[in-house]
């Protein structure tokens, strides 16, 4: 067998990931990662080549939460591994289903603190659903397999596979993947019948009930299940930062989102609900406030796939463990064995209380004629050009909780986010891993001065690799959210906050990236500059949009408080 001939550890890595179906891998070549490079040249999997290893973890991240595949990313040993661990946490806590392929030293050279070294296994032992170190080149088929079995099912997540270089190089033979016997690895998929029947017993009784929906139904494909089952048992929808698109927002038992910046209907209707149906949620504190305030006449009825979520903030009445569409069917099925599913309560107290609020207490915002531009005016704008037919990835702060709040979301993975860990600089990878996956589909990042300057590199990666993304830069001269609570909640003292509007020149910048640079400082220039965004197709186009730093996003909830306190406006602090 010749040097060339021979079918090594990485070449076996390399067919695992087509067995697997993988089109695409989001990576940056190093040292101990370098021979799983050279297969990759004759392989079909495309590989993009991001500027930073946290780029190319979120640009997976956003492969992912637009198709509900697994997305993949790959990595050297040291630095490039511990590079990864961001986007890694941040996948935990969104359940977010990707496959992190790190290099290692030769295991020979392991605890020798050799070259770029980390003991990535470990790093990552906390922030992923399991952490696999390959020893035998002869394992990699069933690694990678498990790798993506474990990714996909139950409570979706990461999945890291650390592979050392003298096993990429070792000589092998292909070996067809099998699942073998995963110990304590058991995802519940149907709910228990008698807790189904139970439920829908107390849902049929309810006088106040609210389906509170998480990120869980997105990722379990629900939306028609939730949509049917909400329309049978005639109960208002409120979806989490994480389930935007879940349920449509112009249906008329759809309330928005709850929380602390949430819609004050949305929060209310919580709080003052008799029964709280929990699908795919997991009462985060953003959503709960004080959680010893939150529902507190509510009986909560907690649907989840993952058992360590149901009870952990809030103890349930009937806890129902299994896949969300799996129960949202059989609750579908043991109403309609009850009743007719046209003959629902018709709760008209309630459906006026929720009216009531909503004509009371909306979103409402001030766009003075001649300007500063207000972000939420913008986005009302870009809606209406584009008719909600996009995808939106958002980065982390005020424009993040505009956007959820003003755009009008019909159809699950049309929002890609960050919630759980709330990474500034997520959205500009992240949409650029979603206009991969969909590359007929408008991708639009919405995105703040602070954020898009931490991650503005991979803007070379979308203009280099033909991704035609387009970049919305919210420029308000700092970190806006941070300045809200330091005004807000420390008497004024502004400190580190400040980014200016002098450097960088966005357009300019774009331009010197490979893209279109566009910019707007006046309302009256929206419309066009919005037009003149979407018309061009054949390379990333970033637009700076100046607008006011002094404004505050409400409504707010403050943290810890509870969300019978709703804060409208700054004078009612």
Sequence with gaps: M?????????????????????????GVPGGAILPAYDPLLDSPIRHVLARHEQGAGHM?????????LV???????????????????????????????TGQVATSAIGSDAFQEAYTTGLAMHCTKHSYMATDADDIPNLIHEAFHLAATGRPGPVLVDIPKDVLNQVTTWREPHLHNLPGYKPTVSGHPMQIRAAIEL??????????????????????ELLAFAEAANAPVVTTLMARGAFPDDHRLALGMPGMHGVYTATTAIQQSDVLVSVGARFDDRVTGDPDAFAPGAKIIHIDVDPAEIGKVRAA???IVGDARSVLVDLLSALRARRDPADHPARDEWFARIDSWKSRFPLSYEQPPDGPIKVQHFIERLY?????????????????????????????????????????GFAVPAAVGAKMARPDDLVIALDGDGCFQMTMQELITAATEDIPVKIVVFNNGGYGMVKQWQTLFYGGRLSAVDLGFTYPDYPKLA?????????VDHPSDIDPVIEKMLSVNDRPVVLEVVVDGEEMCFPMVPAGGSNDRIVMTREEL
């Design 511 to 519: 331009e010197a990236m490979g893209c279109v640079g566009l910019k």
């Design 71 to 101: 997305g993949v990313v790959m990595a050297t040993s040291g630095p490039g591994a511990t590079n990864l661990i961001t986007p890694l946490q941040n996948a935990l806590m969104d359940s977010t289903p990707i496959v992190a392929i």
């Design 317 to 319: 009445e009937i806890p």
């Design 2 to 26: 010749t040097e060339a001939s021979k079918f090594t550890g990485s070449h076996s890595l390399l067919r695992s990931l087509e067995h697997e179906g993988v089109e695409i891998i989001f």
């Design 60 to 68: 997976a991240e956003g492969y992912a939460q637009a198709t509900g």
């Design 203 to 224: 849902i049929e009784r309810a006088e106040r009930p609210v389906l509170y929906v998480g990120g869980g139904v997105i990722k379990a494909g629900a939306s028609d």
């Design 384 to 424: 209406a050009i584009t008719g909600g037919d996009a995808v939106i990835a958002a980065g982390v702060g005020q424009h993040q909780m505009w956007a959820s709040q003003f755009w009008g979301f019909r159809t699950p993975r049309s929002w890609v986010n960050s919630g759980g860990l709330g990474t500034m």
